[in-house]
């Protein structure tokens, strides 16, 4: 079979997202399983650059995956010929002027999200794109999970019939960093490097929400520092000036209403690490990262609400897991197949800049209804 290369920049690969998710579960693996098959029968291999500001780091992650291609200078593999694909996996505050040069050079860009720290910076970035006729993605993970592929299967069935509410859980405890190192990285907690839990997982949320049940109209949101003291990759104590948990109220258009909670500082009493309970008069449904389950209305018990007698009812087993009836990969694996599929076909990628870009607006507005202590309204972006 034949095969053809694309080069791909990978920034940020030392960092947690970089190394697991993108370059391990994503483009080493289509590597080794021979490249990514295409349209016309060919296979697509990526020829992968290591991007990243510490030479022993990426000197040890190259040696240890077979990789020679690594540099410390960003602007002189932009201007590589070769190189057909930048990706960015930095910490958020990096992007931007990155994904920039990126597009100022002619390279087509995938990214991590937030695609910028402010939506004015977002909208820039995806009118350069536009403009420079390159194809831009942004990762947009979670819709690519299996819990969630089953729910969007149950929503093309027309499962629910009129979908009414969706309730998300997101969170779970993250170490001080005082007795136990911390789970996430310090500037998580760091305003000042663009931190917080709304800039983090809002993007989701907004991705998540508008392919699911449709666009987002308005957002409320209380944001809380839980925690305002933590310890850092180096043991010292740090002042936390970003906020570790929203709490999240979004209309949709067509009426659904959606309350997501997000939290750094809630321990977990659930099946898996993020779950959305979506109620429809039809049926409702239950989804995680893996799971999916369902109950219909035809199945639906009669609880009545009387606090004198004893509980017992086990209300989990009156639900019905969803069949997987597919095999479903890892979901970062998953997209970049789409996103390097659609270079190659040199059509529009689904969840581009412009996703992005209201991903951010979401979040921009979220912190700004948590100040104001208001309902905002997301005005359509031009
Ligand atoms: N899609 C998801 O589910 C998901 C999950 C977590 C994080 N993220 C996103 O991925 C990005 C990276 O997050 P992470 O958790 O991997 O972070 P990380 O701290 O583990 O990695 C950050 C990377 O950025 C590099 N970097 C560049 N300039 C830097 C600087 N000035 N200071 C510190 N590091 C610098 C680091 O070397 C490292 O490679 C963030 O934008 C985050 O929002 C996405």
Known sequence: M?????????NGVTGRMGYRQHLLRS??????????????????????????????????????????????????????????????????????????AAIAAGKHIYTEKPVAES???????????????????????????PGLRKLKRLLDGGFFGRVLSVRGEFGYWVFEGDWQPAQRPSWNYRAADGGGIVSD????????????????RTVTAHT????????DEQGEPYDATAEDAAYGIFELAGGVVAQINSSW????????????????????????????????????????WNPDLPGGEDFRSQWQPVPDNDQFDNGFR????????????????????????????????????ARDGRRLPLPELA
């Open 2 to 10: 034949q095969s053809k290369t694309i080069g791909i920049i990978v």
């Open 27 to 100: 483009l080493l693996a289509i590597r080794e399983a021979g490249g990514l098959p295409l349209a016309d029968g060919e296979r697509l291999i990526p020829e992968l650059v290591l991007v990243g500001r510490n030479e022993a780091k990426l000197a040890d992650i190259a040696g240890r995956h077979g990789l020679t291609d690594w540099t410390t200078d960003l602007t002189a593999a932009l201007a590589r010929p070769d190189v057909q694909i930048y990706f960015d996996a930095q910490l958020t505050s990096a992007r931007q002027p990155a994904l920039a």
């Open 119 to 145: 939506l004015t910076g977002a909208v820039e970035l995806a009118r350069a794109a536009d403009a420079a006729g390159i194809r831009h993605g942004v990762v947009a993970d979670k819709l690519f999970l």
């Open 201 to 216: 997982m809002f993007p989701h949320w907004h991705y998540l929400l508008e392919h699911l049940f449709g666009p987002v």
């Open 224 to 231: 809380a520092t839980h925690l305002p003291r933590r310890w």
């Open 265 to 304: 500082a809630v321990r977990v009493h659930r099946d898996e690490l993020v779950e959305f309970q979506v109620d429809g008069v039809e049926g409702s449904a239950v989804a995680g990262l893996h799971h999916c389950h369902v109950q219909h209305r035809a199945a639906t018990p009669k609880p009545v």
């Open 334 to 369: 998953a997209q970049w197949e789409q996103f390097l599929s659609d270079v190659v076909a040199d059509r529009p990628h689904q969840f581009d800049l412009w996703a992005g870009a209201r991903g951010v607006q979401l979040a921009e507005l979220g912190l700004q209804s």
